[in-house]
């Protein structure tokens, strides 16, 4: 539950004690930056029920607020906008709920909802792995799991084949460069030498088109 959501009854209590105004809705909006707090409450649409000064009414719901709410550690107004103080302890006592709950957040899946599939890695078999199979690995599965946690039946899945532009080039600077060179001749693992292609042909690229622009 957000802290607006907590707050939104306890202001509205403090209004109706105050002021004996019954106010249901309330706007809310991020502190800025500049000003100390971290959630703002909006004075200026009470005051077409509340007749006082934007400072005052925002003042006189601070300081209940403090008084009498928990959550609420202080206040400052600023023309006609309350910051909030929450204190350290409600994000203590939310972070304790989280943390011992190890299905926070988490939504029944609905059996009559399309499954998702979702595609990741997708290494190709003939090129060494690197780092960024690794990051696609972990940004494919938490993807996958965020959607699940919402609700949705998923099924990670990943293409192993072994084509492409990067295994073309590596083929056609074997080719034209390799002398019938293999991984038993070279002493390389497979994958290893079909790197070293990959290497060789992009660099011949650049070359080729430095002398075409130069030309």
């Keep these: 539950m957000s802290i607006s959501n907590i707050l939104n009854p306890k202001i509205a209590l403090a209004v109706q004690s105050l002021f004996g105004i019954n106010i249901e809705k309330f706007e809310y909006q991020a502190t800025r930056k500049e000003f100390e707090g971290d959630i703002t409450l909006v004075i200026f649409p009470l005051l077409k029920q509340i007749k006082s000064s934007p400072v005052e009414l925002g003042s ?9 709410v928990s959550e609420v550690s202080g206040f400052n107004v600023v023309s006609g906008f309350l910051n909030l103080l929450i204190d350290n302890q409600f994000y203590v006592n939310s972070f304790n709920k989280i943390r011992n709950n190890s299905n926070y957040g988490f939504v029944e899946i609905n059996p009559n909802d399309k499954a998702i599939m979702v595609e990741y890695s997708s290494p190709n078999t003939n090129k060494p792995l690197h780092l960024g199979h690794v990051r696609n690995n972990l940004l494919g599965y938490s993807v ?3 959607i699940k946690a919402s609700g949705k039946k998923v099924y990670k899945t990943q293409i192993i084949n072994d084509r492409g532009i990067h295994i073309c080039k590596s083929m056609l600077a074997w080719q034209k460069f390799g002398n019938g060179e293999t991984p038993e001749s070279s002493g390389l693992k497979g994958d290893k030498l079909v790197g070293k292609y990959y290497v060789e042909f992009d660099q011949i ?3 080729q088109i430095t002398a075409l622009i130069a030309s």
């Design 60 to 68: 006189k719901i601070g300081k209940y607020l403090v008084d009498n």
């Design 144 to 146: 996958a799991e965020i």
């Design 205 to 207: 690229y650049k070359k």
